[in-house]
């Protein structure tokens, strides 16, 4: 069974959310390890280390800076992507403290957002990096 | 009329008390519904009963049918579905902006299907005149419409009509329960109620005290609503018109918001559904050996359609449906796209005029002789392809119907539940849950049919039916295909004829017809977008073709208009072309309404319009449309890379009338834009043995990230009556979209999905 099902249906851990079944959606973005990983290919069996989901993203119980960066750039409009999407973009700042237009891009097509609203997305990370590095 | 005595202080006499009225008596008119004037018979004038008055307990007051106020808390009833455009905080914002409360105090709750929440606007919208023209007729018409959808009692979101037909409605609810309260406050110490101002959920009294408005609850139930109120000016108001934040912002950050497909309840099964892959039939026979040995599968359902497989979760469900071994019929529809087309090219015949909406002067004559321009354009088939699948959670007991499930169509919902179980309508209740997206797809209510015909065969047990994405594609109701042929001639550097024939089949017979009445008369949705456009072409003539059905087809953001608005558009901008002009200044030339006028000459400033020129492989291209009461222009500018296209730069202007929310209106406008264009340059539907070849989002994605261009948007509050941004924005993506290509390759495109003609980068 994939992580995703046993995380919704077993857990009741409701964030990672179904969209596609086949990873060409990524709403259902965890983090294995602390790597992205999509949650409905992943066999539960073969998880390999923590499972983090975006509630645990924040250290120690407080927002994570693209979490504060969402909600200040008010970027979810239905919102059923956004824990995907903030997943995967964790990961790209943990490896790009300062990503560039095109490093974002590259990091997160691959997150469908269907309302559109990537121009936020893109905003928001951008918001969050700077946070990060100090608040420059 | 209220039958309690009028002294309030007589009846409760004292704080602590709780006054001792039945509930019948709680018969209080209605202040919230503002519009019910004047459209005759006093039948259909009469304000349906406020709904919460029937579930009031002792000391709790609903003033109006939007705002409840117990000891405890306050409840605003904000009846319009949130598929993600945020009416949600929209509608809270209207009610609290005259309340003096911080909707984010308040509990949001969408309320149970009721006449009182009807929309009408949207039954006007759809009407066969010009929406600039407020002659008698149209004006007269406009009005009957709503009057018959009040009697209806239709509730539905959509059309992007929910602001324009809730902003005063709610403001008038908020300002009707804060003069109440503060009516409840002067009888309870006996001081004026002009001496009382009211400030963040409480009655401030001339010395400084305040009481909540909670604790003035008792007191409130019994006197007389104060329907009396003047709403407050645009200048008065505190928070609307201002950045502020989007009520299910954090929630949607955080991962803490649930959907639909997040419902959990005690002893809950899982279902998963295979359903034909072709619409409207169901299956000669299956073998269910293989999926019942599946672990956990409890019971194999047949529903229509096809069959459901009810077990202990998703997965396994999704797992044995898979398993199923079905013989499906064939359905009685072309089985391929081509042969569909040839259906719609078909179709362009004189009995298949449906309506002839607009016909100045004398097109057959001015195309007589003349050097004639024409092209033919085509729009394909398009799924919804929200993100959350549809799904819907269903409790069927003895005596009562419970659903939980995202819509637009809630009474639609519960008068199916009713019909299907036997239970009367009064015992269904319908839970209406935030969607993950919609784009119109939940006008529809085939799934929660579906879940109610799973839960009806384990009664007593709640169960969740969630389609899979293939389930979700293959039962969509897709944006009607859609085709043009145009013809048009110039003069002297002007555009003097525009002949467009549009064709294709009737959205308003295959929706209206599932959900509601086929409404009489020509279906407008067939040109909408082309026939009501401001232009003054001297010779100017839309005519509409109805076309065979096909495969059902459903409401897809800016029905109608995503598609004729890309063949008027782009058969102007050839117009244009031919005649040698400017295309920003031969619009302006063309058209005479001030509003639109204005966002076209907004739109040419944001992006120092200096002609479709810009340089060495780059172009821009511009479009106008009217579309859903909003004049929208837009700019795009795009550059040939070794990759492909890629759109640099998108600007738009439009003017809602008012603007209530304006982050929010920012991300409708971009949204629309993005849903626009994604869809004109990578998608469509194409059949195959009967049904669509695109089964998950490899094949069907829209617009992704790296695709997505640089926005500048700019709001006019001009026009002059309010209206909803859901929609508008996408009409004149797509055509502004080819025309920089144009501009920038030479290259008309006249067929949707652009990536079969040009690659994108």
């Keep these: 069974m994939p992580l995703l099902w046993v995380l919704r249906d077993e857990l009741g851990i409701k964030e990672p959310k179904y969209g596609c079944g086949i990873a060409q959606c990524g709403a259902c973005t965890v983090h294995v390890g602390g790597s992205p990983v999509r949650s409905c290919q992943l066999p539960v069996g073969s998880v390999w280390s923590d499972v983090k989901t975006l509630s645990g993203l924040g250290a120690g119980g407080a927002l994570h800076p693209l979490q504060t960066a969402w909600i200040e750039h008010q970027v979810a409009q239905c919102g059923y992507c956004q824990s995907g999407q903030i997943m995967q973009a964790a990961d790209l700042l943990a490896r790009n403290p300062n990503p560039s237009d095109a490093d974002i891009d590259a990091a997160m097509s691959a997150n469908l957002c269907r309302c559109g609203a990537y121009p936020r997305i893109r905003a928001a990370i951008k918001a969050a990096a700077a946070s990060m590095r100090g608040g420059e | 009329m209220n039958e309690v005595s009028k002294d309030p202080k007589k009846a409760n006499n004292g704080k602590a008390d709780k006054p001792k009225v039945s509930r019948r008596k709680f018969l209080i008119g209605s202040a919230a519904v503002a519009g019910g004037v004047a459209f005759g018979a006093y039948f259909i004038l009469r304000t349906p009963a406020n709904p919460l008055l029937r579930d009031l307990g002792p000391g709790e007051a609903a003033i109006t049918p939007f705002v409840k106020i117990t000891e405890t808390g306050i409840t605003f009833i904000v009846p319009r579905a949130d598929v993600g455009q945020g009416i949600l905080s929209t509608q809270a914002h209207l009610i609290a902006e005259e309340l003096d409360i911080d909707p984010g105090t308040v509990t949001l709750d969408p309320g149970q299907p009721h006449p009182i929440y009807v929309n009408a606007k949207i039954a006007s919208n759809s009407l066969p005149f010009q929406p600039l023209d407020e002659g008698f007729v149209p004006r007269t018409v406009r009005d009957l419409m709503e009057t018959v959808a009040r009697v209806s009692g239709a509730q539905f979101t959509g059309g992007s009509s929910s602001v324009a037909d809730l902003h005063e409605k709610l403001r008038h609810a908020g300002a009707a329960a804060r003069e109440t309260l503060k009516t409840a406050a002067a009888g309870r110490y006996g001081i004026p109620a002009a001496s009382l101002a009211t400030e963040n959920g409480e009655v401030v009294f001339p010395d400084g005290r305040r009481i909540a408005y909670t604790e003035l609850a008792a007191d409130a139930a019994l006197v007389e609503p104060v329907t009396d109120v003047e709403l407050r000016p645009p200048e008065r108001w505190r928070k609307l018109g201002t950045v502020f934040q989007r009520i299910d912002i954090v929630a949607k950050s955080t991962g803490a918001q649930r959907y639909g497909i997040d419902i959990e309840l005690p002893d809950m099964l899982y279902a998963a559904v295979r359903a034909n892959p072709g619409r409207g039939v169901s299956f000669d026979r299956y073998d269910d050996s293989v999926a019942r040995e599946i672990r956990g599968v409890h019971v194999v359902v047949e529903v229509t359609d096809g069959l459901a497989v009810v077990a202990d979760n998703t997965w396994r469900a999704f797992r044995a449906a898979a398993a199923l071994d079905v013989d499906w019929q064939t359905p009685d529809y072309p089985a391929s796209s081509e042969e569909m087309w040839r259906v719609l090219e078909d179709a362009h015949r004189e009995d298949n005029i449906d309506s002839r909406l607009r016909d100045d002067g004398d097109v057959d004559e001015a195309l007589d002789g003349a050097d004639v321009v024409s092209a033919e354009y085509r729009a394909p088939f398009l799924a919804h392809a929200a993100l959350e699948p549809l799904n819907a959670t269903v409790l069927v007991e003895p005596d009562h119907v419970t659903v939980w499930t995202a819509t637009q169509v809630p009474t639609a919902i519960r008068d199916a539940a009713a019909e299907m179980t036997g239970v009367g309508k009064e015992n269904v209740t319908l839970h209406v849950l935030p969607a993950g997206g919609s784009f119109g797809r939940r006008l529809d209510h085939d799934y929660v049919v579906q879940a109610i015909e799973v839960a009806m065969s384990v009664p007593g047990t709640p169960v969740k039916t969630t389609w899979s994405r293939e389930a979700d594609m293959a039962h969509d109701f897709p944006r009607p295909f859609h085709m043009a042929r145009a013809r048009g001639a110039v003069s002297g550097g002007r555009v003097v004829a525009c002949d467009i024939d549009t064709i294709s089949p009737s959205l308003s017979a295959s929706w209206f017809g599932r959900v509601f009445i086929v409404p009489p008369g020509p279906d407008t949705l067939i040109v909408w977008g082309a026939y009501d456009q401001p232009y003054a072409i001297p010779h100017y003539r839309v005519t509409g073709y109805k076309a065979p059905e096909v495969v059902p087809i459903g409401s897809w953001r800016s029905p109608g208009a995503c598609s004729n608005s890309f063949f008027h558009e782009a058969f102007l901008s050839e117009l244009i072309a031919a005649a040698g002009v400017d295309p920003l200044e031969e619009r302006l030339r063309l058209i005479s309404d001030p509003t ?121 509050e001009q026009a002059p009556a309010v209206a909803g941004l859901g929609e508008p924005a996408t009409a004149p993506a797509a055509p502004a979209l080819a025309d920089a290509i144009f501009a920038a390759t030479g290259q008309r495109l006249r067929e949707m999905p652009f990536n079969r003609f040009v690659d994108f980068a």
């Excluded at chain 2, 809602?656 to 539907?685: K, R, Y």
């Design chain 2, 596 to 716: 639109s006028r204005r966002v076209l000459e907004a739109v040419g400033e944001m992006c120092s319009w200096n002609g479709p020129d810009i340089g060495a492989g780059r172009g821009r291209g511009i479009a106008f449309a009217h579309s859903h009461h909003v004049p929208v222009a837009e700019v795009v500018d795009v550059t040939v890379t070794d990759r492909g296209l890629r759109i640099d730069d998108v600007w738009i202007a439009a003017d809602c009338g008012t603007v209530f929310d304006p982050v929010n209106a920012e991300a409708q406008l971009t949204g629309a834009a993005i849903w626009g264009l994604g869809h004109a340059m990578n998608c469509e539907l194409t059949y195959e043995n009967y049904a669509p070849l695109q089964t998950n989002y490899h094949a069907f994605q829209g617009m992704r990230l790296y695709q997505t261009p640089r926005f500048h948007t700019k709001l006019l």
